[in-house]
C-alpha cells in the first residue's frame, strides 16, 4: 500500500533534506535508477542540471528522447528505458510527461513516481480532459501550429511564459532545443494511472503559466503525494534543479 504523505512546503521539506540527505548513501538507496522523462517543447537535455546532482547521491540516469507524436510511442520509449535500466526505477516525468508515465509506470520495475510540474490524469482521461478543468492559461496563446499538426512555442512564449525565471541564454537554449508536440497527444487516454498504485511524490511550480498550479496542488491531494512546492515557473527543474533532486532522491529510498 503507498504512504499516505500530506502535501509539504517547500521549507519544510528543504529543512528535512538538510538533515538527511547528508546521511544518505547509495546503498541505502531502494531504487537503482531513475528514468527521467521529458514534457512536450523540450527534449532530454533538459534534465541536465538534476542529472549530476542524481549520479552523486547514487542513482544510475537515464533520460528518455520521446517522440513527441503519439503518446503510445511516447509510452514505448518509457518502457524501452525502463526494460533496459537497472532496477528498481524512480519513474519521473515533467509536463506533458506526466501523462506517459501515469501510462508507462505501471512496470514492475517502477518503484515510485514523480511528478515535476506535470499531469496527472486519471483513468480514462487526457491532457485535454485533465487540463479543461482549470481556466486556460496565458502562455497556451504563444503556442503555435504548424502545416503537420504539430505545436512549438514561440520565443517569445518560452522569455514570458514557459521560462521566464531562467537568463536569457538558458532560454534561448530551451527554445532551441524544444521538441515539436502533435495535436493528437492532447486526446490521447491513459487506460491506466499507476498513481494510485505507486508511491508518488509531486513537485507544484507555484508560478506555473503552462500547467495550473491549482491542478498541480488537487493531484498532489488526489494522489496522496508527497509534494514540494516551489516559485519556479513551468520548467521547476531547471530553475530549482536541486530541490527537484532531493525529492528523486527521496522517492529512491
Known sequence: MKPLNPFISLGLVLGAFATIAPQVSAAELKAK??????????????????????????????????????????VAAAKRAIRNAEGPVVLVGHSWAGVVITEAGQDDKVKSLVYVAAYAPDKGESLQSTASKYPPLEGRKTFV?????YLRISDEGIRTYFAPDLPPDEQAVVAAT????????????????????????????????????????????????????VPSSHVAMLSFPKEVAELIVKAAE
Open 33 to 74: 535508477t531513475a528514468v527521467l522523462v521529458h514534457g512536450a517543447f523540450a527534449d532530454g537535455s533538459s534534465w541536465h542540471k538534476v542529472i549530476p546532482q542524481l549520479e552523486k547521491a547514487g542513482l544510475k540516469v537515464v533520460a528518455v528522447q520521446n517522440p513527441l507524436d503519439s503518446l503510445e510511442n511516447d
Open 145 to 149: 501550429k504548424d502545416a503537420d499538426d
Open 178 to 229: 524544444q521538441g515539436p508536440f502533435h495535436v493528437r497527444n492532447a486526446t490521447a487516454p491513459v487506460s491506466r494511472a499507476a498513481w494510485r498504485d505507486k508511491p508518488t511524490f509531486m513537485v507544484v511550480a507555484a508560478k506555473d503559466a503552462i500547467i495550473s498550479p491549482d491542478l498541480q496542488r488537487d493531484q498532489v491531494k488526489a494522489a496522496k503525494a508527497t509534494a514540494i512546492e
